[in-house]
């Protein structure tokens, strides 16, 4: 086993590096050598994204992709999309172009209401304790002036303190249930800051409160933290067209397509295996523009699973249907995302993303995302209701098998020639390589 280490973060980053071969390579050289290789020449580069954590020894590449020609209300937009995963762009891209010809893509904010809460323990009277909060809510709000200060001049700030009497779930359990606008930052910090500060509040006043009893005045603070469960910080977005304009094809009509679309959403909404799936491929589109505009994609995933559980089982995040010869398909999901503030100022990538996006505020990006995930799932319901799901997946995975077996360019050229008119298999395609060097 390897022996504990202790100062570890103190070390600098030669030392944590040696420390880490050491202990678990063969080939220290070799460990080495990758770490180095993708360090960026330009140190003070290096150095920014060295302090975006601890403990940094190498940088970890993700590709940075676009996906052009996205009308979204009216507006022509190119998406900065960061993710690993071989035909998400593609797809996204095809039914950025799909749509466009269709009318483009519609998208609206709902409402932008974040949470936060405060968690107690408390064993004495509800009576006692609805009183004790209607007495000091003024100072509970008042306390917050100087951190609440620039988000007013912003337009944000604390929207409601709810008590709230959670003892039928957990013994002795309450609440401070805060909402709050947190206007174009994420506004973790803002809210958690503001969060500790009611609970100190809570816990002073308490003790002062001369209508408590001794056992009452001493309530238990067990955690305030902001929740990333948004189910009021809400964006939708739509496509729609007449059933004809979908697409016609030998096996399919166009009202057989557009019905047999709308079951497959359908599938997804009543059947928690296929929504998992389902919604995993929204995500794709989602995560990848989230994280490459800086913002929290674990936050993100957590609160569109929690949305997509709302009604007690596990389903759709997309819906469809046809009336009057008219096909609707639409997005609702929960994005707490922010152009203002944690890596959307640091990362020189980040930047340029939003840039790109022409300087989009919260709820225009809330837009964006929400269109990358309805359009990523677009892509894969159309291909899995067509032509299966691996014919165009294995034509973009195509690359990284090549790459898996150190296939030269002109190798790659000729196979990827070759698929061009052959179906595309993992053994297929190490036989042509074979054959090519035979
Ligand atoms: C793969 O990453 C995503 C899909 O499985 C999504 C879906 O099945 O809808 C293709």
């Known amino acids: 086993m390897t022996p504990e280490v202790t100062g570890f973060s103190k070390l600098n980053k030669h030392q944590k590096i040696d420390w880490l071969v050491a202990n678990h390579f063969q080939n220290t050289e070799k460990a080495k050598q990758t770490l180095h ?42 998406i900065p999309m960061t993710i690993e995963e071989s035909s998400v762009v593609a797809a996204a891209s095809n039914a950025a172009k799909f749509w466009n010809k269709r009318g483009g893509f519609k998208a609206t904010v709902i409402n932008t209401e974040k949470i936060g809460q405060v968690h107690f323990s408390f064993s004495g009277k ?43 779930e957990l013994a002795n359990y309450y609440q401070l249930h805060c909402t709050f606008e947190t206007v174009d930052a994420m506004g973790a910090n803002f809210i958690n800051t503001c969060l500790e500060k009611f609970a100190e509040v809570l816990q002073i006043e308490a003790l002062e409160y001369d209508d408590f009893s001794d056992a009452e005045k001493n309530i238990e603070i067990i955690m305030s933290i902001l929740s990333n469960y948004v189910p009021n910080c809400v964006v939708k977005a739509e496509v729609s067209c007449k059933v004809s304009e979908l697409p016609n094809t030998e096996n399919l009509s166009s009202l057989e397509y557009a019905e047999k679309f709308v079951r497959a ?25 989230v994280i490459a505009t800086g913002n929290d994609f674990r936050a993100i995933e957590a609160s569109a699973h929690a949305y997509a559980a709302k009604n007690g089982s596990y389903s759709s995040l997309t819906h469809a249907h046809i009336t009057n010869d008219v096909f609707t398909y639409y997005i609702e999901i929960p994005l707490a995302i922010g152009t203002i503030g944690g890596l959307t100022s640091l990362h020189p990538m980040v930047k340029l993303a939003l840039e790109l996006l022409e300087k989009p505020n919260a709820k225009q990006l809330m837009e964006i995302i929400a269109v990358a ?7 894969a319901v159309n291909s899995l209701i067509t032509t299966g799901i691996q014919k165009g997946h294995m034509k973009m995975h195509l690359l990284n098998i090549l790459n898996q077996h150190h296939a030269t360019a002109e190798e790659k050229q000729k196979i990827v020639q070759f698929f061009t008119k052959n179906t595309v298999t993992h053994s297929e395609v190490i036989k042509q390589l074979a054959l090519l060097r035979a």
């Open 37 to 78: 290789n993708y360090w960026n020449a330009n140190e003070q580069l290096q150095q920014l994204h060295d302090e975006f954590a601890e403990n940094t020894l190498s940088n970890f590449y993700l590709p940075f992709s676009i996906a052009p020609n996205f009308t979204i209300n009216n507006k022509r937009y190119t």
């Open 126 to 168: 509800k009576e006692h304790l609805n009183s004790f909060f209607k007495s000091i809510k003024s100072k509970l709000i008042a306390a917050i002036t100087p951190i609440e200060a620039n988000m007013k001049k912003r337009g944000g700030g604390l929207l409601d303190i709810q008590l709230r009497d959670k003892t039928q």
């Open 265 to 289: 959403i359908n599938i997804a909404e009543k059947e928690p295996y296929r929504a998992v799936t389902h919604n995993k491929g929204i995500m794709n589109g989602i995560d990848a523009v």
């Open 373 to 379: 995930g309805l359009a990523q799932n677009f892509g």
